[in-house]
């Protein structure tokens, strides 16, 4: 197997918006930088690119940009090609609007590039490498956000003592997969990690370019193992889960310590890699390497009369209303007359070794990746949610119906009709059967 890595620096300067937040904020400070982390890996005649990027999210025309230009210099299909979000809620601005925030093309155009570089520089880095991956559960850090109240409402971020609460809408994925490429000579050249956790953890330093918690747990990493080996985090099924534990409050360390609370919760997921790597055995023999994409074509979710009435109201009165509320609102009164009726998701599944990786452009909730897990026939089965691209929330439907804040419907958030999260989940099972299928041909 040959494996390649590189990390590229993308921090814009400083003055330039901030998309975490409804209104957008200007950055003052940055703490660490934001970076393009690529990794490339060849097995036999077949050949993968994974990138994580420092970013809230990305939207489709820069990802298909990525990738083909990263594809033009490499000859890896564009479609071996993942280009996932890390999320934090304090990267830079994007190619489109978000919400409030608005886009900034220059901005966009450099992170594209800085992206591109890390894809070319990691495929002409590849040596021989081996790799080796386990898991354990992490249970000290995420915890489901939406609230399932008494009336049958759906509340996110229900706040610590929210009378007639009966319990959390979903569960939690605890699992935290750790893969690491080792080099001929034995020493470690790259952590893969995937872990479901919000990087919204910033607080009162929303002012600041800072990867959060993966980017902590990427410099703790680097800082005990040397700084040229490479720490790549893929987000898993994060779409209703963060660090508040409202029901049963197990978790006001996190709120308590000395350190703000990024640093806190990626000093502790760099415990874990720290913890776990040394178990691991390196596999001598060439992984399995492969990946298939296709399109699911979900319904458009169309706003309602009710949706309509209450966006009157909370315009006429703005100071009583939230800056999320007047932002909806603001996007109910709008035409929808010029969107499609349809929504097509690029759902990507790339076999790594012991891994069997899904990709989907949304922010995915704990259910959906449950359905995945369940279905597969592979033994660990992850999901990388913001893949390819990002068209928002796939809420399930007790969120939808509940009313929780993910399944508000607007043109580029929870967009999808409240049957995709299952029927996704589907489309990807059916994908990972193929890609299983065509393993064990290819064995025979």
């Not at 070319?120 to 109240?149: V, Y």
């Not at 000579?185 to 910033?202: E, I, L, S, W």
């Given at each position: 197997?040959?494996?390649?890595?590189?990390?590229?620096?993308?921090?814009?300067?400083?003055?330039?918006?901030?998309?975490?937040?409804?209104?957008?904020?200007?950055?003052?400070t940055s703490n660490g930088?934001?970076?393009?982390?690529?990794?490339?890996?060849?097995?036999g005649?077949?050949?993968?690119?994974?990138?994580?990027?420092d970013?809230?999210?990305?939207?489709e025309?820069?990802?298909t940009?990525?990738?083909?230009?990263?594809?033009?210099k490499?000859?890896?299909p564009?479609h071996h090609?993942?280009?996932?979000?890390?999320?934090?809620?304090?990267?830079?601005?994007?190619?489109?609007p978000?919400?409030?925030?608005p886009?900034?093309?220059?901005?966009?155009?450099?992170?594209?590039?800085?992206a591109?570089e890390?894809?070319?520089?990691?495929?002409?880095?590849?040596?021989?490498?081996?790799?080796?991956?386990?898991?354990?559960?992490?249970?000290?850090?995420?915890?489901?956000?939406?609230?399932?109240?008494?009336?049958?409402?759906?509340?996110t971020?229900?706040?610590?003592?929210?009378e007639?609460?009966?319990?959390?809408?979903?569960?939690?994925?605890?699992?935290?997969?750790?893969?690491?490429?080792?080099?001929?000579d034995?020493?470690?050249?790259?952590?893969?990690?995937?872990?479901?956790?919000?990087?919204?953890?910033h607080?009162?330093?929303?002012?600041m370019?800072?990867?959060?918690?993966?980017?902590?747990?990427?410099?703790?990493?680097?800082?005990?193992?040397g700084?040229?080996?490479k720490?790549?985090?893929?987000?898993?099924?994060?779409g209703?889960?963060n660090?508040?534990?409202?029901?049963?409050?197990?978790?006001?360390?996190?709120?308590?310590?000395?350190?703000?609370?990024?640093?806190?919760?990626?000093?502790?997921?760099?415990?874990?890699?720290?913890a776990?790597?040394?178990?691991?055995?390196?596999?001598?023999?060439?992984?399995y390497?492969?990946s298939?994409s296709?399109v699911?074509?979900?319904?458009?979710?169309?706003?309602?009369?009710?949706?309509?009435?209450?966006?009157k109201?909370?315009?006429?009165?703005?100071?009583?209303?939230?800056?999320?509320?007047?932002?909806?609102a603001e996007?109910?009164?709008?035409?929808d007359e010029?969107?499609e009726d349809t929504?097509?998701?690029?759902?990507?599944?790339?076999?790594?070794?012991?891994?069997?990786i899904?990709?989907?452009?949304?922010?995915?909730?704990?259910?959906?990746?449950?359905w995945?897990?369940?279905g597969?026939?592979?033994?660990n089965?992850?999901?990388?949610?913001l893949?390819?691209?990002?068209?928002?929330?796939?809420?399930?439907?007790?969120?939808?119906?509940g009313?929780?804040?993910?399944?508000?419907?607007?043109k580029?958030?929870?967009?999808?009709?409240?049957?995709t999260?299952?029927?996704?989940?589907?489309?990807?099972?059916?994908?990972?059967k193929?890609?299983?299928?065509?393993?064990?041909?290819?064995?025979?």
């Amino acid at each position: 197997m040959l494996a390649g890595f590189a990390q590229i620096e993308f921090t814009p300067p400083l003055g330039t918006q901030m998309p975490g937040n409804f209104k957008g904020y200007e950055a003052k400070t940055s703490n660490g930088g934001l970076f393009a982390n690529a990794a490339a890996v060849t097995a036999g005649e077949v050949s993968v690119i994974l990138l994580s990027l420092d970013m809230l999210e990305l939207r489709e025309p820069g990802v298909t940009k990525v990738r083909t230009r990263i594809s033009e210099k490499t000859g890896v299909p564009v479609h071996h090609i993942l280009v996932a979000a890390t999320h934090t809620h304090t990267g830079p601005a994007v190619d489109l609007p978000i919400f409030y925030c608005p886009p900034d093309l220059a901005v966009a155009a450099y992170t594209h590039e800085r992206a591109i570089e890390a894809g070319i520089a990691a495929w002409n880095a590849r040596e021989e490498c081996t790799l080796g991956a386990a898991r354990m559960e992490e249970k000290r850090f995420g915890f489901n956000r939406d609230i399932l109240m008494q009336d049958g409402s759906v509340k996110t971020n229900a706040g610590y003592n929210r009378e007639g609460a009966v319990g959390t809408a979903g569960g939690v994925d605890h699992a935290f997969h750790l893969m690491r490429f080792d080099g001929a000579d034995g020493k470690p050249r790259a952590f893969f990690v995937n872990y479901a956790n919000h990087p919204d953890c910033h607080g009162s330093h929303d002012n600041m370019f800072c990867a959060d918690f993966p980017g902590y747990m990427r410099r703790a990493v680097q800082a005990e193992c040397g700084a040229d080996v490479k720490v790549l985090f893929f987000n898993g099924t994060a779409g209703d889960i963060n660090f508040h534990d409202f029901i049963h409050r197990t978790n006001t360390f996190l709120t308590e310590s000395d350190t703000i609370l990024p640093e806190t919760i990626g000093r502790g997921l760099a415990e874990d890699v720290l913890a776990l790597h040394p178990t691991l055995t390196a596999d001598t023999a060439d992984p399995y390497v492969a990946s298939v994409s296709s399109v699911y074509t979900a319904e458009r979710r169309a706003k309602t009369p009710e949706h309509v009435a209450w966006a009157k109201a909370i315009l006429a009165d703005r100071e009583k209303s939230s800056i999320s509320d007047q932002a909806y609102a603001e996007e109910y009164m709008e035409s929808d007359e010029e969107l499609e009726d349809t929504i097509p998701l690029e759902v990507q599944t790339i076999r790594l070794g012991p891994w069997a990786i899904v990709g989907i452009p949304a922010e995915v909730f704990t259910a959906t990746g449950e359905w995945i897990r369940e279905g597969s026939p592979y033994e660990n089965t992850l999901v990388f949610e913001l893949a390819n691209g990002c068209i928002g929330y796939i809420p399930t439907k007790i969120a939808i119906r509940g009313g929780a804040y993910e399944a508000r419907v607007s043109k580029y958030n929870s967009c999808c009709h409240e049957d995709t999260a299952e029927k996704i989940a589907a489309h990807a099972v059916a994908q990972l059967k193929q890609m299983h299928e065509e393993e064990i041909r290819s064995k025979r």
